[in-house]
């Protein structure tokens, strides 16, 4: 309003420089966001770029790849999505841990909605993009305030890492993975000594939360640690996330393949697990060509063909149709809560 701006204009120097850098910040922001964007942009063109090589490398072409998979037994893609509906309903442990350690009183219902919308679209359309702008939509009306959805993703994140932490360290210490020399040769320290790292990050969240029982206090913050039992059901919902969604690609690659000695369940398992640490890293949605290069560059050459049809129908059955899915499912709670949502009784209070 012009009166506003005249007023503005007339504030003491002190007052006047505050608010020039309060006008500074959305062009900060802005200029933040248009560069991260840009390097999603570079970094998954990059993927596609040395996608294609591989591809030139190994001589494979559409035509080969839509002949694999229709070679694909049709009782291993129903052993995937069987295997994948039983991901998604261990995917509502992750919400559930989050709301038990927030104290909330959220019906059960509600909790796999959050989930199963959650990280389908997370899984297509990115962790930030997707699955949290969702999530927030649907646990705002819910009844969580802002700080406590935050404490919510928190909860999400430690757990999604305690699992990847968990099975990559039992992997590199006793499970028979074959990686690539040049896979080997890269790594800071030996395979085995990785996962022993891992594998004492984890033992020392686990301790933690079985001896410190005050909150740790930052910032002006009161954080406390998710008591033991709940932090022992973090490893095992994460863990059984990352070995079922391996499983899907897993069981989808042809018998001859898997009989491989270079292709074990444990190999895949540790390919599945590198991609997601690169695409949680980088934001990516959905991963575009991650999960494909990472695997194709651990698998033996003379498999390249199958592989790739797996990763098509891995993608399909694992990603693309659980999200549209859930797209349906949000759709219809917008639609049939006419945009204000039912909130849960929300009577312990949260903590964060």
């Known amino acids: 309003m012009p009166e506003e701006a005249e007023s503005s204009r007339t504030l003491p120097g002190p007052a006047q420089d505050k608010l020039s850098q309060w006008d500074d910040i959305p062009i900060v922001k802005r200029t933040a966001d248009i560069a991260k964007y840009t390097l999603l942009v570079v970094v998954a063109l ?178 406390y640690l998710p008591p033991f039992r709940l932090s022992l059901m973090q490893l095992l919902v994460s863990a059984g996330d990352f070995a079922l969604a391996s499983a899907v690609l897993y069981v989808l690659l042809p018998s001859g393949v898997r009989g491989l000695e270079e292709v074990n369940f444990w190999t895949i398992l540790v390919a599945y697990l590198a991609a997601m640490i690169v695409v949680v890293s980088v934001h990516i949605p959905g991963g575009i060509g991650i999960l494909e290069v990472i695997v194709l560059y651990m698998m033996p050459d003379s498999a390249g063909l199958q592989v790739t049809a797996a990763l098509i129908l891995f993608r399909i059955i694992y990603y693309f149709i659980p999200a549209i899915i859930a797209m349906l499912m949000f759709l219809a709670i917008e639609f049939s809560s006419g945009g204000r949502g039912d909130k849960a009784s929300m009577n312990a209070p949260a903590r964060h």
Do not use: C, H
């Open 46 to 223: 990059f993927t596609l770029f040395i996608l294609r090589k591989k591809f030139k490398a190994l001589g494979i072409t559409w035509e080969g790849v839509s002949e694999a998979i229709g070679n694909v037994s049709p009782w291993s893609i129903l052993l995937a999505v069987g295997i994948t509906l039983a991901n998604f309903a261990l995917l509502t442990g992750y919400d559930l841990i989050a709301v038990r350690y927030l104290r909330k009183q959220l019906p059960m219902r509600q909790v796999m909605m959050g989930a199963i919308i959650g990280y389908a679209l997370s899984n297509v359309l990115g962790w930030l993009i997707g699955g949290n702008a969702v999530r927030y939509r649907l646990y705002s009306r819910w009844g969580f305030s802002l700080v406590e959805f935050i404490a919510f993703i928190s909860i999400l994140s430690v757990t999604f890492w305690l699992g990847l932490f968990l099975l990559a360290g039992v992997a590199f210490v006793a499970l028979p993975i074959n990686l690539p020399p040049r896979f080997e040769e890269e790594l800071p320290v030996s395979p085995q000594s990785l996962g022993w790292i891992l594998l004492m990050l984890v033992a020392a969240y686990l301790l933690a939360t079985a001896l410190v029982r005050k909150p740790i206090r930052w910032k002006g913050n009161q954080l």
